[in-house]
């Protein structure tokens, strides 16, 4: 399980990061909202642990920022902030749970085990946007009630961008989500792959589908 720690504490960040490791977990500690925006475009995380009071910026933003581009996985806001106000805050806009300071090291991994065995549970099996449905189970696309057949690749590529729809993917989380690889930068791999998506899912000027980023990545849009 990977989580991503935005914590600008770092002696608290160490003390969870290590915490998790001696769970076999792989974490990674953050200190700002940009570091936190930019792991999340190169990685994909299981969860994240969020702290506040940030100094680039304020965690509520962070996470709304995150729901609205459709980051689904489940967010611990862990604060010093302990109002009845901001637990309803955090709440609606949608973390998973809310732990004030201090706290409990044994209470914050017995939460983080409970939300993703939750999260495992209730995962969709069938995707949809812009037309487009893909069903896990059957292994089908279609697109606007048209059966479109893709490749296991191509598939799993799809999958990928329908859970990170609004998202702006980078080349090389693409690389390890669906190749297991790191990417050669100096290949055409990807461009190749989402070019021939494209095509199968009849996207067009008006409907591009898959937005390209120059210098960064892929959006589903």
């Not at 990674?28 to 930019?38: I, N």
């Not at 004030?100 to 495992?120: D, I, T």
């Not at 995962?123 to 487009?132: F, N, Q, R, S």
């Amino acid at each position: 399980m990977k989580v991503l720690i935005v914590e600008d504490e770092r002696k608290v960040g160490q003390f969870i990061e290590q915490a998790l490791a001696e769970q076999s977990h792989t974490a990674r500690l953050v200190g700002t909202c940009e570091a936190a925006r930019e792991a999340l475009a190169e990685s994909s995380y299981d969860a994240v642990i969020l702290d506040l009071g940030l100094p680039d910026g304020d965690g509520f933003d962070l996470l709304r920022e995150w729901r609205a581009a459709g980051f689904n996985e489940p967010v611990i806001i862990l604060s010093a902030r302990d109002a009845v106000s901001d637990r309803i805050r955090g709440l609606n806009l949608g973390a998973d749970d809310f732990l004030s300071k201090p706290f409990s090291l044994e209470e914050l991994l017995a939460r983080v085990r409970a939300l993703l065995r939750r999260q495992g549970g209730a995962k969709a099996t069938v995707l949809e946007h812009g037309g487009v449905r893909l069903d896990l189970l059957a292994r089908s696309v279609a697109v606007d009630g048209r059966p479109v057949e893709l490749t296991s690749r191509e598939f799993a590529l799809l999958e990928l961008f329908l859970q990170n729809r609004g998202r702006v993917l980078t080349r090389t989380l693409i690389a390890e989500r669906i190749w297991e690889a790191h990417y050669d930068m100096e290949t055409n791999l990807i461009d190749v792959y989402v070019r021939r998506l494209r095509q199968k899912l009849g996207a067009t000027d008006d409907k591009p589908l898959i937005r390209t980023v120059r210098g960064t990545g892929y959006q589903f849009t």
